[in-house]
């Protein structure tokens, strides 16, 4: 008598690998879509705003109320990934940001710059949620290879971001002939593509990458501690010099970022650029940003994540350089923000690799959430400070004053790397 032909089974490190594929897939699916939402927005508010106000101050504060958001509503994702995994975190984020373009859209029909500023606040959730899922693919990702699976991820958002600045007149023109008032129609466009957003991640981020890796998890950590707390997360940090370095990093690589950013649109519109240049500067500046993330992300790991966060503030110190000499030169302005964009790539990807390996998987919603809040009131605080020195002083000493803070950064980040190796 013969046995039955035994069926072969699937070893769980392949089901882990399959379900790593899964959400890596998915999440970059989402990133193309939000990052168009995301970029569409970051092109024209501090424009509509200025145009609305009248004020080249107060437009400053478009691009402080859209990171001020995504600082706000870092916390509220991170609660919610730790409590109810990863979707969840996720989908309240794009929900916001949903929300927020069309209150933006409404306060642009009424010409009323505060309710837009309103509406920024929440489209800042779109920020927020490309922010978390950068640490969602890493909940799965083996040893040795978080930096290259969060920077696909971060790559991904390459599509929708670098296209989403140039659709903003063609979006614009729709809008108009749909009966919307002008410059109302992107903000429409980009609720539909977080909508879209939301939608892939509610329906096929399963299972949850968050919650799979907790029923692994066997470790001594394991279901250790409050989640999502922000006292969660100042404990780890007191006990882990690794993560507060890495905390610094990404919040200095952000705040110079945005404040240069947020104020070339401003600057390029003052000088008599129209729509179709500053979208393409943009668009430039954005590609910098995620274009060349899998091969940092690769760098970081095998090089070392320390190394390539110097790395960053070197070419954000460059950029700064650049940008505060250009003058009138578009091309030199256009240069310094593809700068901007690699420094900014270097700084985030490395940074939050470090900050995901050195803490406990239990923790790390709340590290990770911490991290992103800090970031984006740096970022915000930055943007405030930068509309007021180009308003009073120049966008050329916006560009000293950054690289005074990047230069401080590197240094500190230099003695404290070779304090800690000798």
């Not at 890596?24 to 168009?36: C, H, K, N, P």
């Not at 699976?149 to 023109?173: F, M, R």
Request: glycine share 12%; hydrophobic share 50%; aromatic share 4%.
């Amino acid at each position: 008598m013969t046995s039955a032909p035994t069926t072969p089974t699937v070893s769980s490190s392949d089901r882990i690998r399959g379900v790593q594929r899964r959400t890596l897939t998915v999440l970059s699916a989402t990133q193309i879509v939000s990052g168009v939402g995301v970029a569409v927005g970051l092109a024209l508010s501090s424009v509509v705003v200025d145009e609305l106000s009248g004020s080249t101050v107060i437009s400053g504060f478009a691009g402080t109320a859209t990171v001020l958001g995504a600082a706000l509503l870092a916390l509220p994702t991170a609660k919610a990934s730790g409590s109810g995994g990863r979707r969840a975190g996720l989908s309240l984020a794009y929900a916001a940001a949903l929300a927020g373009c069309l209150i933006s859209a409404l306060a642009i029909s009424l010409r009323t710059w505060p309710l837009l500023l309103a509406g920024l606040v929440l489209v800042g959730g779109g920020s927020a949620g490309s922010l978390a899922a950068r640490y969602s693919a890493t909940d799965l990702s083996p040893k040795g290879r978080s930096a290259r699976h969060l920077s696909l991820v971060v790559w991904a958002s390459t599509i929708g971001s670098v296209a989403g600045p140039n659709l903003a007149k063609p979006t614009d023109q729709i809008g108009m002939r749909l009966g919307l008032v002008e410059k109302a129609g992107p903000f429409v466009f980009a609720a539909l593509a977080f909508a879209v957003a939301l939608a892939l991640i509610f329906c096929l981020l399963r299972p949850d990458p968050l919650t799979l890796a907790r029923s692994l998890n066997d470790g001594p950590d394991a279901g250790r501690g409050p989640k999502g707390t922000i006292r969660t997360a100042w404990q780890t940090l007191r006990t882990t010099p690794t993560a507060r370095r890495a905390l610094v990093m990404i919040a200095v690589s952000h705040t110079a970022m945005v404040s240069v950013m947020s104020m070339t649109p401003v600057k390029l519109h003052h000088d008599g650029s129209n729509l179709d240049v500053i979208g393409l500067v943009i668009s430039l500046h954005i590609a910098g940003m995620y274009v060349l993330s899998p091969v940092v992300g690769w760098l970081a790991d095998k090089a070392g994540k320390v190394p390539v966060l110097m790395l960053g503030m070197a070419l954000l110190l460059s950029a700064a350089t650049l940008a505060g000499t250009a003058g009138h030169a578009i091309w030199q302005v256009t240069a310094a923000l593809v700068l901007l964009g690699l420094g900014w790539s270097c700084g985030l990807v490395a940074g939050s690799a470090l900050v995901t390996e050195s803490v406990p998987l239990e923790r790390r919603p709340a590290v990770q959430g911490l991290s992103d809040l800090l970031m984006n009131v740096c970022g915000a605080t930055g943007t405030i400070v930068a509309g007021a020195i180009v308003g009073m002083l120049g966008y050329g000493v916006l560009g000293l004053v950054v690289g005074i803070m990047v230069a401080l950064a590197g240094i500190w980040l230099t003695i404290t790397w070779r304090a800690d190796r000798s």
